[in-house]
């Protein structure tokens, strides 16, 4: 059974930082495409950002580019999105997904195939 644990959310103050982990079990993480999607309240879910299985490619929703750094761990099973300087407009409960294939900074044409159950992230102004 494919388990995406997402920790690492909170209530933060504008300009802050955050660091959200996922934590993946039963599957073979190191090839899956991991990410991050956002769904704020009344909104629907969008893309953040994405990395390829190997690590070396990663993608960016224009909104979080030059602020989020996503990076992987295929030791430890764990996907991380970094997020600095962050904007209420942010706020949202951010989801881990694995298996994307396809991905630019627009979003991915395939996947994906697993989601986390979501972490909540509050940026006040």
């Known amino acids: 059974q494919v388990q995406l644990e997402e920790s690492g959310g909170g209530l933060v103050q504008a300009g802050d930082s955050l660091r959200l982990s996922c934590a993946a079990s039963g599957l073979a993480f190191d090839s899956y495409g991991m990410g991050w999607f956002r769904q704020a309240p009344e909104k629907k879910r969008e893309f953040v950002a994405a990395i390829r299985w190997s690590g070396d490619s990663t993608w960016y929703a224009d909104s979080v580019k030059d602020r989020f750094i996503i990076s992987r761990d295929n030791a430890k099973n764990t996907v991380t999105l970094q997020m600095n300087s962050l904007r209420p407009e942010d706020t949202a409960v951010y989801y881990c997904?694995?298996?994307?294939?396809?991905?630019?900074?627009?979003?991915?044409?395939?996947?994906?195939?697993?989601w986390g159950q979501g972490t909540e992230v509050t940026v006040s102004s």
């Open positions: 997904a694995a298996g994307l294939v396809g991905c630019s900074n627009y979003g991915c044409y395939e996947g994906p195939h697993y």
